[in-house]
């Protein structure tokens, strides 16, 4: 289950909650309940609307961000700057080399996608809200791409490919 699946079963439980304690106090009060639990279960309903405005906040704030981070993206890659002849092949070119080095490693396509993200420079937590899974997830595939490559981490991960280029 991924985390967006996980925030939203955890804001539709909070609004059952609110749902059933609103019921429980409307059929409470009618009953001639005693006050103080009436007050209770208001703060049980209190408590259960608090959380769904949590979650639903939370769920806003990383969704703008997977859109800033796309936006991000989309201008680096659609950016009008003209470049250089000779950068642009050897961008090309680095490109294919990473490629070749992916096949050599034998990396899945997730692995393979996470670890141009990383070339990137992106967090985990960003790989993981722009391909919509758990950051679990990323680090165990960012683990199994060091792991193929015989690398110790993240940072000689990328100095593997740019090392000799700079």
């Known amino acids: 289950m991924s985390e967006r699946q996980r925030d939203y079963l955890i804001l539709a439980l909070s609004l059952l909650i609110v749902l059933a304690t609103s019921v429980d106090i409307v059929l409470d009060s009618a009953a001639g309940t005693p006050v103080e639990h009436i007050l209770h279960e208001i703060l049980l309903m209190a408590a259960a609307l608090g959380l769904a405005a949590w979650v639903t906040s939370d ?62 420079g992106l967090s985990i937590r960003e790989i993981a809200a722009l391909r919509e899974t758990q950051e679990k997830t990323v680090r165990q595939q960012a683990s199994a791409i060091y792991r193929k490559a015989n690398l110790p981490g993240r940072h000689a991960f990328a100095a593997w490919f740019l090392e000799d280029l700079l």
Request: hydrophobic share 40%; charged share 30%.
């Open 59 to 120: 769920l806003r704030q990383r969704n703008r961000e997977v859109v800033q981070l796309r936006h991000e993206l989309e201008v680096v890659q659609q950016s009008g700057v003209p470049r250089n002849a000779d950068v642009e092949a050897a961008r090309v070119s680095l490109g294919h080399a990473i490629d070749s080095q992916f096949d050599d490693w034998g990396l899945s396509q997730s692995e393979r996608a996470v670890g141009r993200l990383l070339l990137k």
